[in-house]
């Protein structure tokens, strides 16, 4: 221990262990996504810019690259978009996908037809069922799974937008399932009975202001966690915009676009997401 170690008091020093581990990945998917609406014949359908960014292609990636080797099952716990599932099936992995919602499945068929071949598609699975039904969705595959990818819900408490009705985006005109505190537990639970040993949960959030403060989601859920027996691994912060030099190249779509034009308005500065906090978990002994 150096001098100026030792000079510290004991508790600054305990602090600096505690320090949670953090890393940086830069997961921009404005390439792939301009390419992917150029060539879909269904682009009016393709879901919004807010659940087609629940996850990423390059989070995804990220992710599946990380914690699972290949031939192994990945599953998307809020599975409302194709992401998931095709980086899966492109990496080699077994992709299980949870769509309780009927729209949201048929506009997954078509995109998984779209965008992987025949025998991709093999290795890919939709199941009926909810995130607060985890044990049903992974029948069969109980203590196999190596990686739970679970984004949480954009709407707390199962809100959606006013003009959901209108929009052509698959997953904004239904309501999507949500996890309360008693289901967050009853999940923890189910996600540590079917992952397999070593596996990793990887739970997608992002801060959000909630009545005008700032709620983040992320504390309660390694508390959470802890009691059911997962330990809290490492927190990722996922950059979802481009990067140029030092600058973040932000994007902001139509509606952000239409607040920038009010600006005598008193209603708060339009929020672009520009990242994900990503909280990994593994199961313990």
């Given amino acids: 221990m150096s001098k100026n170690e030792r000079s510290r008091p004991e508790n600054t020093r305990t602090a600096e262990r505690r320090l949670v581990p953090l890393s940086v990945w830069l997961c921009s998917d404005t390439t792939s996504e301009e390419s992917s609406a150029k060539d879909s014949p269904r682009a009016d359908q393709d879901l919004c810019g807010r659940h087609r960014q629940a996850v990423g292609r390059e989070l995804a990636r990220h992710l599946i690259d990380a914690c699972t080797s290949p031939g192994g099952v990945v599953a998307d716990v809020f599975a409302e978009s194709e992401t998931v599932l095709v980086a899966a099936a492109e990496m080699g992995r077994l992709g299980v996908g949870c769509v309780p919602r009927l729209p949201v499945a048929q506009h997954l068929v078509g995109r998984l037809r779209q965008q992987l071949t025949a025998e991709q598609r093999a290795a890919v699975r939709l199941r009926p069922h909810g995130p607060h039904q985890l044990r049903e969705a992974l029948l069969g595959f109980e203590g196999r ?23 052509p985006c698959p997953s904004c005109r239904v309501e999507q399932p949500t996890l309360g505190a008693p289901q967050l537990d009853r999940f923890l639970d189910d996600a540590r009975h079917v992952l397999a040993p070593g596996g990793h949960l990887a739970v997608i959030t992002t801060a959000r202001h909630e009545r005008g403060r700032l709620v983040d989601l992320a504390p309660g859920l390694i508390r959470r966690a802890a009691g059911a027996g997962l330990a809290y691994v490492q927190h990722v912060i996922a950059v979802r915009v481009p990067v140029e030099g030092d600058a973040l190249v932000v994007q902001p779509g139509p509606a952000e676009l239409a607040q920038l034009r009010r600006a005598q308005s008193a209603e708060l500065p339009p929020v672009v997401s520009v ?6 978990f593994t199961r313990t002994g």
């Fill in 145 to 167: 799974v190596e990686l739970l990818i679970a984004a949480l819900a954009p709407y707390p408490e199962g809100g959606r937008p006013a003009t959901a009705e209108l929009m």
């Fill in 275 to 280: 990242h994900a906090d990503v909280c990994l």
